[in-house]
């Protein structure tokens, strides 16, 4: 059966508002299994956490659904992958609901490449208590997200489906029924950049007529159209007024971050000639100007890569480390700074190096050059940068089969992810030595999904 790709509407939607639902083609009855089988989990041994698709393996029949595969490659790409952490989330009744909170919102880019998806096993009107989401506020690092539009319930019947941007603002609203609510949590990311649409694309163009969202961010939207049609961004007018330049560059440093987004993606209008005013705001104290930053220099595109790259070697710290997340965000469009950000991974900043690793994730998809240093970083003693290591080998994939070795190391790492995504990393190498590997570990490692202490055989 062919997979359901999300239509331009969807796309659209999602692009202005940051998520969008699907029914699965499941019937109703295998949503109330999956229900009472959650229940009993629940009331018996607790929430299962990352454990809760071996624990409830049924629930993979909802992942692997034609609409949910669909929407899954639409946004994030055919090669698409969910992360170890899944997380069954209880509302019980009478709740008071969660506050509003982002689970990312602390990277510098617009783009999407993390998705959170919620299933929810059971019809979930208003009053159970479902999730609540804050439209188009995962454009938004600071508060003013959440404020940014009225918050909207994720109501519908047993079987929907939610894709979230993951910085998008969202909790969990109160439970005013005398019924258990729950909601499946699962992550997944993008592996390799878009090159050309992958939903039921037919329309070049952002606007069919009819704008969606606010008019000031509609060069914000068309920038992210753009880049999931694996473009730069599309025929966008230039302009040259030198007084409106000097205006919007001001406007990054704005009190409002909508005001500051705003001037972001209006600078890459100037074309190629804004490069040299954006990078020196790189130099820039305030954290809210560099970020405002980044996004028009993501915007500009492959024009802003020399200027980038040559910032790798700022004296300053946090100059170096924004530019590696700059270029990371631009992706293959950076490939030529490939070189410069491996020399990057002998920066004497732990913070920049880091920086550095993430970036050659998406910049160096199709090459080996950053392999040698990447399987170095596996033997940092810090959770977070060998977690990083071993997802930018897993996204480099077919190109990093030197480092089946030292991904079979950590393989039993202390770090639960790092092991997770060392798995992952070695089913996309896919070499005869790596599925080896592969194999043997999952040989010690299966789980038995009906031993219980009722049953413990």
Same mark, same amino acid.
């Given at each position: 059966?062919?997979?359901?790709?999300?239509?331009?509407?969807?796309?659209?939607?999602?692009?202005?508002?940051?998520?969008?639902?699907?029914?699965?083609?499941?019937?109703?009855?295998?949503?109330?299994?999956?229900?009472?089988?959650?229940?009993?989990?629940?009331?018996?041994?607790?929430?299962?956490?990352?454990?809760?698709?071996?624990?409830?393996?049924?629930?993979?029949?909802?992942?692997?659904?034609?609409?949910?595969?669909?929407?899954?490659?639409?946004?994030?790409?055919?090669?698409?992958?969910?992360?170890?952490?899944?997380?069954?989330?209880?509302?019980?009744?009478?709740?008071?609901?969660?506050?509003?909170?982002?689970?990312?919102?602390?990277?510098?880019?617009?783009?999407?490449?993390?998705?959170?998806?919620?299933?929810?096993?059971?019809?979930?009107?208003?009053?159970?208590?479902?999730?609540?989401?804050?439209?188009?506020?995962?454009?938004?690092?600071?508060?003013?997200?959440?404020?940014?539009?009225? $918050?909207?319930?994720?109501?519908?019947?047993?079987?929907?489906?939610?894709?979230?941007?993951?910085?998008?603002?969202?909790?969990?609203?109160?439970?005013?029924?005398?019924?258990?609510?729950?909601?499946?949590?699962?992550?997944?990311?993008?592996?390799?950049?878009?090159?050309?649409?992958?939903?039921?694309?037919?329309?070049?163009?952002?606007?069919?007529?009819?704008?969606?969202?606010?008019?000031?961010?509609?060069?914000?939207?068309?920038?992210?159209?753009?880049?999931?049609?694996?473009?730069?961004?599309?025929?966008?007018?230039?302009?040259?007024?030198?007084?409106?330049?000097?205006?919007?560059?001001?406007?990054?440093?704005?009190?409002? $971050?909508?005001?500051?987004?705003?001037?972001?993606?209006?600078?890459?209008?100037?074309?190629?000639?804004?490069?040299?005013?954006?990078?020196?705001?790189?130099?820039?104290?305030?954290?809210?100007?560099?970020?405002?930053?980044?996004?028009?220099?993501?915007?500009?595109?492959?024009?802003?890569?020399?200027?980038?790259?040559?910032?790798?070697?700022?004296?300053?710290?946090?100059?170096?480390?924004?530019?590696?997340?700059?270029?990371?965000?631009?992706?293959?469009?950076?490939?030529?700074?490939?070189?410069?950000?491996?020399?990057?991974?002998?920066?004497?900043?732990?913070?920049?190096?880091?920086?550095?690793?993430?970036?050659?994730?998406?910049?160096?998809?199709?090459?080996?050059?950053?392999?040698?240093?990447?399987?170095?970083?596996?033997?940092?003693?810090?959770?977070?940068?060998?977690?990083?290591?071993?997802?930018?080998?897993?996204?480099?994939?077919?190109?990093?089969?030197?480092?089946?070795?030292?991904?079979?190391?950590?393989?039993?790492?202390?770090?639960?992810?790092?092991?997770?995504?060392?798995?992952?990393?070695?089913?996309?190498?896919?070499?005869?030595?790596?599925?080896?590997?592969?194999?043997?570990?999952?040989?010690?490692?299966?789980?038995?999904?009906?031993?219980?202490?009722?049953?413990?055989f």
């Open positions: 059966m062919a997979e359901h790709f999300l239509t331009d509407a969807q796309m659209r939607h999602f692009i202005v508002n940051g998520y969008v639902t699907v029914t699965t083609t499941l019937p109703a009855q295998f949503h109330d299994a999956i229900y009472e089988k959650t229940v009993a989990v629940f009331d018996k041994e607790g929430n299962p956490g990352n454990n809760l698709v071996p624990r409830i393996p049924e629930i993979q029949k909802v992942l692997d659904d034609v609409n949910v595969k669909g929407a899954l490659t639409s946004l994030l790409g055919a090669d698409y992958y969910m992360q170890p952490h899944r997380h069954p989330h209880y509302n019980p009744p009478g709740s008071k609901g969660q506050h509003l909170h982002q689970d990312g919102g602390k990277r510098w880019s617009h783009h999407t490449r993390r998705l959170l998806v919620f299933y929810y096993p059971q019809d979930t009107p208003i009053e159970l208590g479902p999730t609540g989401v804050v439209p188009m506020s995962h454009y938004y690092s600071t508060r003013e997200g959440s404020e940014v539009s009225p $918050e909207q319930p994720i109501v519908g019947k047993a079987g929907t489906v939610a894709f979230a941007n993951y910085d998008l603002w969202h909790r969990a609203m109160p439970n005013q029924s005398d019924k258990k609510r729950y909601m499946m949590k699962f992550l997944y990311v993008r592996m390799s950049e878009p090159q050309e649409p992958t939903w039921a694309n037919k329309e070049r163009e952002w606007t069919n007529g009819t704008a969606l969202g606010p008019p000031e961010h509609q060069q914000m939207f068309r920038h992210l159209w753009h880049w999931h049609r694996g473009e730069e961004n599309g025929d966008m007018p230039v302009m040259s007024n030198g007084e409106s330049l000097s205006g919007l560059i001001s406007a990054l440093n704005s009190t409002s $971050e909508s005001i500051g987004l705003q001037a972001a993606y209006e600078l890459p209008r100037f074309g190629e000639k804004v490069v040299p005013a954006l990078v020196q705001c790189l130099r820039d104290e305030s954290e809210m100007t560099r970020r405002n930053t980044c996004y028009a220099l993501n915007a500009v595109g492959t024009p802003a890569v020399d200027a980038l790259r040559d910032a790798l070697t700022d004296s300053r710290e946090y100059v170096r480390g924004n530019a590696a997340e700059a270029l990371g965000d631009l992706g293959d469009k950076a490939r030529l700074a490939v070189s410069a950000l491996v020399d990057t991974l002998q920066d004497t900043s732990g913070s920049v190096r880091s920086q550095a690793i993430e970036a050659l994730g998406t910049t160096s998809q199709l090459s080996a050059l950053a392999v040698p240093g990447l399987i170095k970083a596996l033997e940092d003693a810090r959770d977070g940068v060998r977690r990083k290591a071993v997802f930018a080998l897993a996204q480099i994939g077919k190109h990093a089969a030197d480092a089946v070795d030292g991904l079979q190391n950590v393989l039993f790492d202390s770090n639960r992810y790092v092991r997770g995504d060392a798995v992952h990393a070695l089913y996309r190498i896919g070499t005869p030595a790596a599925k080896a590997v592969l194999l043997r570990y999952l040989e010690t490692t299966r789980w038995c999904p009906l031993t219980s202490k009722e049953s413990t």
